[in-house]
């Protein structure tokens, strides 16, 4: 058996290998070193200090809009409609007409017991007339004087029963909508529409829970709608010296120049339950949260051969209150967190801790 081909053909499959071999660890370190040329993963954020506030704790709690003077139109006396002066959505004059009912009836009962009372007193002179003359008698005098006081009182009864019939403005301000029409016949108590005054003034009526917070005339509280946004500051004007045997809740009344708000309108009103404190501040999208509750991230140096100059600290806060876009904290850690701490604002969902970042824009302070 001859050896020698098979040794060389051996060694030369040997040496091709060796050569492939060569080259593809040249591929993959030239790979890795350009890999490692590449720089490190980072992300794009906002920045922006945390800012040293004075926080209140606050109560949210329902009040509703009134308006100092505010009725509900409704007739006194059944009949039926015969004239509406004022169209629905206008402003009256007190003592202007709101709505008439029919009277004719009623009036012609008062024309009749007019004449009656002329007659009654033509009588009345005729007699005092005789009796000087000792030709009439006292008796029929006194029955003459009392026939006047019953036509008068029935006079008297004939003027209520007409005033009943016609609706007068009780002060100048604006008509609500009503649904009657000329003809239609209406109810004793039934309410035609409502009329409010023109002042921009309103009322606010709340009830405060017993020893949720103390509160006076003077004071202020702050309102919001109930979408959360800020209408105004009101001023406290009365508050109840008696709580309610239901709720155990005393009701306090505050005032405010805002004719945007309706009569009847519920808004929320917050009522400071406690002195203010100092706490830190930050926009509240910079505030996370994990399983393990909320968090900020904090930027510091991420050293001379980093790639970007911050890198991500997860840092643990105690989120106390949230308000208007604002987030109100405490560090879980003493001494880790303070006005000069540097924090990722916008894009911070996009860290991890110790991740890379760079700051893109400086965040406006709180």
Known sequence: ?????????????????????????????????????????YSAVTAGNLAQVEWTPVRKLTGTVRAPQFVEVAAEATGRVVALPVAPGTVVEQ????????????????????????????????????????????????????????????????????????LRAPFTGRLGIYGINVGDLIRAGEVM?????????????????????????GDSVRLLSLDHEVIGEARIIAVADALGTGLRAFDVRAAIDDG??????????????????????IPSHAVRWDIEGPHIFVLTDAGEDAFVPFRARLERISLIAEDNGFAYIEGIEPNRLGPDTVVAIEGAFKLSDGSLAKVVKEAPRG
Not at 129 to 146: F, V
Request: aromatic share 4%.
């Open 95 to 166: 003592g202007d007409i709101i709505l008439q009912l029919f009277d004719e009836d009623l009036k012609a009962q008062g024309e009749a017991l007019r004449a009656d009372l002329e007659l009654i007193e033509l009588q009345i002179n005729r007699v005092k007339q005789l009796k000087a003359q000792s030709l009439a008698s006292q008796d029929q005098l006194d029955t003459l004087l009392s026939r006047n006081k019953a036509v008068r009182a029935q006079l008297a009864a004939n003027t209520a029963q007409l005033s009943r019939l016609t």
């Open 1 to 41: 058996m001859r050896v020698l081909p098979w040794l060389l053909t051996a060694l030369a499959c040997l040496g091709v290998t060796s050569g492939l071999a060569a080259i593809k660890y040249q591929q993959i370190t030239d790979a890795m070193a350009m890999a490692e040329s590449f720089p490190p993963p």
């Open 260 to 281: 945007r708000l309706r009569h009847g309108e519920l808004v929320l009103v917050e009522v400071r339950t406690r002195r203010p404190r100092l706490t830190l501040g």
């Open 193 to 217: 529409t409502t009329l409010t005054d023109t002042s921009s003034e309103r009322w606010i009526d709340f009830k405060v829970p017993q020893g949720v917070a103390r509160v006076a005339p």
